[in-house]
């Protein structure tokens, strides 16, 4: 079955880098793309980003541009997440997704990783 | 950017009830508007995409309605493990939104 199988819960200090992974199962990785959600604690759903699973196209949520950086590795079907700078207001819980149909008006999320907690704090 | 706002922010309702969640964007999205579920502790889930399409594998009683800025997700008769928060997403153009979120308690 498809299945996204997401890294285990870092925590960093202010000002630090994280790089969070998604290996893809159960479908050809490079026919869809990645979306990478963020949710923080006891918060709503945040678009942070996609990457095309193929190509390697990317498209950022303004407010984190500059500070992300989405990355794939079609030999391994795994996706990259990295987030630099941190900042305390980053504590979250990162998901990503399979994108169908990512960058169409059809595009929809799923499934979706069991999700990694990032936790920042000096 | 396009907002979308959902409507109540949390309900309390009974097994067996009806319930309806209103999803509106701030300007046409056509059908480009999708529906997760998010129980406790666990990732979202993918209801309804299209505005009115029945991701596999989801229960009958839940469906999607709506065009253009309105849009409407309806539970016919709410079960126990249907106690959870639903947001909706649209897909129209970047950054893809979410709704704010109506979280389902028991009555």
Redesign the interface.
Same mark, same amino acid.
């Given at each position: 079955q498809v299945q996204l199988v997401q890294s285990g819960a870092e925590v960093k200090k202010p000002g630090a880098s994280v790089k969070v992974s998604c290996k893809a199962s159960g479908y050809t990785f490079s026919n869809n793309g990645i979306?990478w959600?963020r949710q923080a604690p006891g918060q *709503?759903?945040?678009?942070m980003g996609?990457i095309n699973g193929y190509n390697g196209d990317t498209?950022y #949520?303004?407010k984190l541009q500059g500070r992300v950086t989405l990355t794939t590795d079609t030999s391994t079907s795994t996706a990259y997440l990295e987030v630099r700078s941190l900042r305390s207001d980053d504590t979250a819980f990162y998901?990503c #997704?399979r994108d169908q &149909?990512g960058g169409?008006?059809? #595009?929809? &999320?799923?499934?979706? *990783?069991? *999700?990694t907690l990032v936790t920042v704090s000096s | 950017d396009i907002q979308m706002t959902q409507s109540p922010s949390s309900l309390s309702a009974s097994v067996g009830d009806r319930v309806t969640i209103s999803c509106r964007a701030s300007q046409t999205i056509s059908s480009s508007l999708n529906w997760y579920q998010q129980r406790p502790g666990k990732a979202p889930k993918l209801l309804i995409y299209v505005a009115s399409s029945l991701q596999g594998g989801v229960p009958s009683r839940f469906s999607g309605s709506g065009s253009g800025t309105d849009f409407t997700l309806t539970i016919s008769s709410l079960q126990a493990e249907d106690f959870a928060t639903y947001y909706c997403q649209q897909s129209y153009s970047n950054p893809r939104t979410f709704g704010q979120g109506t979280k389902v308690e028991i009555k």
């Open positions: 979306t959600v *709503g759903l945040e678009w996609w498209n #949520a303004q998901y #997704a &149909f169409g008006h059809n #595009a929809r &999320f799923d499934p979706w *990783g069991q *999700g | -």
